[in-house]
């Protein structure tokens, strides 16, 4: 029988002292939930938001959602990744509503008439029940997706992989819970030693999983001994490319160079519309290029500006990517904007 879902942490409430808090909460959802994705942390933000705030009409609805949604967006370092939330969720309101209030219309003549505030308040409660279904299918999609990956996981192969990604982990999990014989090389950021490996590293060698730690700089000649690669993705965009950590781009390069297959597990719920050509095109503030003469020792705000570049994000053109799987199964680049279609319309 399948784990059910962890519930979800209780978020704060404000017991109306002050209004609601989308950027607290949204905050407070991802640093208590590790397991916790961005765009379904912006889907359960926006969620208790409906929960907690008195909209009586569906204009009202829609327009509070707009709002909040903006200032989520404008908050964030990387709003691309709340986007892919925050837009299917609209998207998935409007339609609800669209659907609730046709059914209801064609009711009233047979149940005689009710107030326009009795029926959107059998419209809200309807759909923040299904808000919440709507986030437990996005959660349980990681195990849809490690059943569809681990078939390329198999005896004797060697994965290379970076990065901190969930979805990364339950597949090769998966593969290791069959009793598939691999090993895993993991290109670390520079910051971790192999001595001191990181959380991600740590977890599969409790699962039985070599893994050989690697600094960045070491890829070009340890790719040559991998058998392909497999990262995950902050999202994925219209064109088939991802959004991920840095370094995910040359890891890319790398395998595309040496014959080697790049893979990308990836939820449907972190495909977005949005279509860049290059890096450049991404709507982020980070600065990756800070040119200075200054030869000081690295003081506090040295210290911010290489978190924020450890934090940063590139993009990883189709042409680099074998394929991308999801919880609709293996798919080319070129299918994610069919996905999307079906999402959408």
């Known amino acids: 029988?399948?784990?059910?879902?962890?519930?979800?942490?209780?978020?704060?409430?404000?017991?109306?002292?002050?209004?609601?808090?989308?950027?607290?909460?949204?905050?407070?959802?991802?640093?208590?939930?590790?397991?916790?994705?961005?765009?379904?942390?912006?889907?359960?933000?926006?969620?208790?938001l409906l929960s907690e705030s008195p909209p009586s009409t569906i204009s009202e609805t829609l327009d509070l959602l707009a709002s909040s949604t903006a200032t989520l967006k404008a908050s964030a370092s990387n709003p691309i990744a709340i986007s892919a939330g925050t837009d299917l969720f609209q998207r998935y309101i409007i339609s609800t509503l669209q659907q609730r209030s046709s059914i209801d219309s064609k009711g009233k003549g047979k149940r005689g008439a009710s107030t326009g505030v009795d029926d959107f308040q059998a419209i809200r409660a309807h759909l923040l029940a299904n808000s919440r279904l709507f986030v437990q299918r996005a959660k349980e999609a990681r195990g849809t997706i490690a059943g569809a990956a681990k078939k390329f996981v198999r005896d004797g192969c060697t994965v290379l992989t970076r990065g901190e990604s969930r979805v990364v982990a339950a597949v090769l999990s998966a593969a290791a819970e069959e009793g598939v014989r691999f090993r895993v090389v993991y290109a670390n950021d520079g910051h971790t030693s192999s001595a001191c490996p990181t959380a991600f590293v740590q977890d599969l060698r409790r699962s039985n999983i070599p893994v050989a730690s690697i600094p960045f700089?070491?890829?070009?000649?340890?790719?040559?001994?991998?058998?392909?690669?497999?990262?995950?993705?902050?999202?994925?965009?219209?064109?088939?490319?991802?959004?991920?950590?840095?370094?995910t781009y040359q890891m890319g390069l790398l395998a595309k160079s040496a014959g080697k297959p790049f893979y990308v597990a990836a939820e449907s719920h972190k495909f977005v519309r949005f279509y860049p050509l290059s890096a450049s095109d991404?709507?982020?503030?980070?600065?990756?290029?800070?040119?200075?003469?200054d030869v000081t020792e690295e003081g506090e705000d040295e210290k911010a500006k290489r978190k924020s570049r450890d934090r940063a994000i590139d993009f990883t053109p189709p042409e680099l990517i074998t394929a991308i799987v999801s919880e609709a199964g293996v798919q080319t680049p070129s299918a994610v904007s069919e996905e999307l279609i079906k999402i959408w319309y």
């Open 282 to 293: 991404l709507p982020t503030d980070q600065k990756l290029l800070d040119f200075s003469t």
């Open 217 to 247: 700089a070491a890829l070009a000649s340890a790719i040559s001994h991998t058998t392909f690669a497999l990262v995950g993705a902050e999202s994925v965009v219209e064109s088939g490319g991802i959004l991920s950590g840095m370094g």
């Open 1 to 48: 029988m399948p784990t059910p879902p962890p519930e979800t942490p209780p978020i704060p409430s404000n017991n109306g002292d002050s209004p609601f808090d989308i950027t607290q909460t949204y905050n407070h959802l991802l640093s208590t939930d590790a397991d916790l994705t961005m765009p379904v942390a912006a889907i359960e933000s926006l969620i208790a």
